[in-house]
């Protein structure tokens, strides 16, 4: 499997998000975004079975890494992923697990838009608002499930946000700190 520019193997499974493959999405968010910084904390925030935790913690080796998802067995898929690419050290978890003080030098997601406007929205808020001073978010979001109407959201709510590239009907969006 592609991930980025790395070929690896990852376990996956049903009742994660895109089994089979690498969806278009998150292989365009981990091809076009900026690389992760060597520092700090960073987010794959909706990790499922972890190909973006993977890739982030694959380019950034020494940065500590957090990986959250809803899932329980996306979470455990995402561990043994990260394992097997020689990060034990992240951490793959619930959201309620990860402690209220770590700020986030770079969030990675490509968010579950079909969990619903409200709870996207109340998702987004919740982990946006731990980017660290000078941290970005990285977000891969389709045009026609609300990437627009998302970015006007995110820039009224004090999250500066901006489309950093658009193909095939996806955008990736940079968002800064709160301000």
Not at 25 to 36: E, I, K
Not at 139 to 157: E, I, P, Y
Request: hydrophobic letters at 40%; glycine letters at 10%.
């Amino acid at each position: 499997m592609r991930v980025g520019d790395l070929d690896t193997e990852l376990a996956t499974d049903r009742g994660v998000f895109s089994p089979s493959e690498l969806d278009f999405g998150t292989r365009y968010l981990l091809g076009a975004a900026p690389r992760p910084p060597q520092d700090g904390p960073m987010l794959d925030l909706g990790c499922g079975y972890g190909p973006i935790a993977v890739a982030l913690g694959l380019w950034s080796p020494q940065a500590p890494l957090w990986a959250v998802d809803v899932n329980p067995r996306a979470v455990q898929l995402c561990r043994a992923n990260l394992d097997r690419h020689g990060r034990p050290d992240a951490k793959a978890c619930q959201p309620d697990e990860v402690p209220s003080e770590v700020r986030f030098a770079a969030i990675y997601s490509n968010p579950p838009i079909r969990i619903g406007k409200v709870a996207l929205h109340e998702m987004l808020a919740q982990w946006l608002g731990r980017l660290a001073d000078e941290g970005q978010a990285y977000l891969v979001v389709n045009k026609n499930l609300g990437a627009d109407s998302l970015t006007r959201w995110l820039n009224r709510q004090g999250w500066p946000t901006a489309r950093l590239s658009s193909r095939r009907g996806y955008r990736i969006l940079k968002v800064g700190p709160h301000h």
